[in-house]
Each structure stands twice: as structure tokens, then as C-alpha cells.
């Protein structure tokens, strides 16, 4: 079992930047790649970004692609989401997944675990 737990959400103007952090406590002996997903109020949730067990490759969603950047700590076993010059259509819940997969995807077909998700709201 993995549990994940997201922090760093809140509320930012837009241009804003924020990090937010997913730290995994468990089975962090296994590998998994790791995803950010978030859901927009009224919409489904949509993968962000994720990161590849395999070789620490990244993906990234078009409409974030050039302002949100992933890394991740393994001997912090945490996971990181950059997020910067932040819109209003970036609001949402984000929430930190990981699945058995060496080669990450955006899709949420393959994750095996979930965290509860961090809120994060970009207004003036």
C-alpha cells in the first residue's frame, strides 16, 4: 500500500506561482511513476503532468506545457509540481497519483493509488 498526501494548494492572482508537494509514505520501496491530475469545478478531472519511473522523463499537458514543472525527490519520496504564471482556468482540486508503470502517461487508467488533492484557486 502507498499513500500519498498533497500540500502547497491555496489561493494565488493569476501570474502567481505556486509548488505544490506529494509526500508517499508505504511501499515506497517499489518504483512507480507518478502523475498530477486535476478537476476543474463542473468538469472531469484531467491529467497535468507525470514522471516516469523508468528514466525520470516527463509529460505535460498542452495547456500547461512551458509553466508547470515536475521533479520529484526520492530520498524525500516526494513529488513536486511547479506551477508558474497561473491562470484562471488552472483552478481546480490537483490531486497526486502513482501507478506501477515504468513509462508514465496522462491517462488515469493505470493509477493504483490516489491522494485526497490540494485546492488550488487562481483569482484576483
Known amino acids: 500500500q502507498l499513500q500519498l498526501v498533497e500540500s502547497g494548494g491555496g489561493l494565488v492572482q493569476p501570474g502567481g506561482s505556486l509548488r505544490l508537494s506529494c509526500a508517499a509514505s508505504?511501499?515506497?520501496?517499489?518504483?512507480?511513476?507518478m502523475n498530477w491530475f486535476r478537476q476543474a469545478p463542473g468538469k472531469e478531472r484531467e491529467g497535468v503532468s507525470c514522471i516516469s519511473a523508468s528514466n525520470g522523463g516527463t509529460l505535460y499537458a498542452v495547456p500547461v506545457k512551458g509553466r508547470f514543472t515536475m521533479s520529484r525527490d526520492y530520498a524525500k519520496n516526494t513529488v513536486y509540481l511547479e506551477m508558474n504564471d497561473l491562470k484562471a482556468e488552472d483552478t481546480g482540486v490537483y490531486f497526486c497519483?502513482?501507478?506501477?508503470?515504468?513509462?508514465?502517461?496522462?491517462?488515469?487508467?493505470?493509477?493504483?493509488?490516489w491522494g485526497k488533492g490540494t485546492l488550488v484557486i487562481v483569482s484576483s
Open positions: 508505504g511501499s515506497t520501496q517499489r518504483a512507480y511513476s
Open positions: 497519483a502513482a501507478d506501477t508503470d515504468l513509462i508514465c502517461g496522462l491517462g488515469d487508467n493505470y493509477v493504483d493509488y
